[in-house]
Structures are given as structure tokens and as C-alpha cells.
């Protein structure tokens, strides 16, 4: 990633709220600041392409991007979506791979990168920064897990319903509301591994049941323990 100088201080502020960074305290927190470079994107571009090699770990200062894979013959699943605070590019510093995924803004957004050597330096310094690096492909290889079970055991119905709960926990408004400019039915589709028509006749089935109101991009959770039960949790 090309980048530029910045404030330090609030870079550091953003990775001290981070479970990977706070570990260092404020002086490795501000060191990691300082040895790297940040770059602020529209919504819309691409941060890494996948394929690239894995030369930084990422994270969101601002903004919202999305984990998008591409198929061979050109399909797209979304594989996650991060906020400020959140990290990624983990797994192509582990074995010096190409980048399993791209990532893109949906908002837009702030975003730091770290150089593989400054991180590995830092881990050799705070041996509790490689325990979280852990926990954070940990959390990833769980969340992973938790998609391709609910793939093979709840319909559409539920993994939208699922899926609505959990962007109005992390991305949304007081009221239960989800509001994700740049979000379209097509990301939605593929977040819960289905077409963007299915994902149409899915939202307005829930809308007919009253579980939900959608008007335009925003959606408001009307009934979220029903909700909650259709998306099996």
C-alpha cells in the first residue's frame, strides 16, 4: 500500500483500542504508529487485491471496508465486514502467501498498514502481541466455521435473519436499525451465499411477516426475537 506520514496520536489512539495492539502499551502503541503509513480511500476502491503479496498488516482507523473473495469464473463472496479497530491481511504474514481475499471500502474510510518487518520485531519485543495474533486467526478460523455451518443448515430466511442481527450490532443505529451506505442487495447475496434476486423475495418475506421495514438501503429490525429465532441463535 502506498501511504502517507501522519499524526501520530490519532493513529495510536484507534490501535489502542484494538485487542491486538493495546498489549504494547503506550510506547510500543506509538512506536507501531510511527512505523507505518496510512491512506485514506473512497467508498468504493480497493485496499489489497487478491493475489497481491502479503507485505502489511491493515487496520481500519475510520470507515467500513468488506473481505470480498473472487472465483475463477468470477463470482464474488463476501467474507466479512470491518469497522475501526479491526485488522486484516493476517493470513498472508504468516507464510508470505498472495492475499486470499480483496478488500474494499463500502464508507469512506481511514486505514493504517504496518510492515510485515516492523510487526515481527514488535511480536520478538511483546511476546503478548504474537498471543493475540493467535487469537485473532483463532476468531477468524472460528467465524469461517460458523459460516460454512450455517450454509449447511439454515435456509436463506434464517441467514439473512442472522445476518441482519449482526450488522445491527456492529454497523448499525440505536432502534435497531441497519444502515450501510454502499451496501447493496448484491453484498448481502453474497454474504449469505445466494443470488441477489433470492435475497429480494428473502427481505420481503420478512417484511410481509413484520419482522422487518426496508425502505431504500435502510433496514429496520421490527421484531428481533422472532428474528433471532428464525436465525437460530
Known sequence: MSGFPHDVRPVASVL?????????????????????????????QVIIHQGDPGESLYVVLDGLVKVVFTTEHGDEIVLNMLRRGDAFGEMALLDGSPRSASVMTVRPAWVFALPRPRLLELMREHPGLADEFLRLLGHMVRRLTDQAADLAFLDLGGRLSKLLLQLAERHGRPGEVVDLPGLTQSDLA????????????????????????????????????????????
Do not use: H, W
Request: avoid cysteine; charged fraction near 25%; proline fraction near 3%.
Open 16 to 44: 489502542a483500542d484494538s485487542p491486538l495492539f493495546r498489549v504494547l502499551g503506550e510506547r510500543g502503541i506509538e512506536s507501531a504508529a510511527r512505523a507505518g503509513l496510512s491512506r485514506r480511500y473512497r467508498a468504493g
Open 190 to 233: 453474497a454474504l449469505v451465499g445466494a443470488s441477489r434476486p433470492a435475497v429480494n423475495r428473502a427481505l420481503q418475506s420478512l417484511v410481509a411477516a413484520n419482522l422487518i421495514a426496508v425502505e431504500g438501503r435502510v433496514i429496520t429490525l421490527l421484531d428481533v426475537a422472532a428474528l433471532r429465532k428464525r436465525g437460530g441463535l
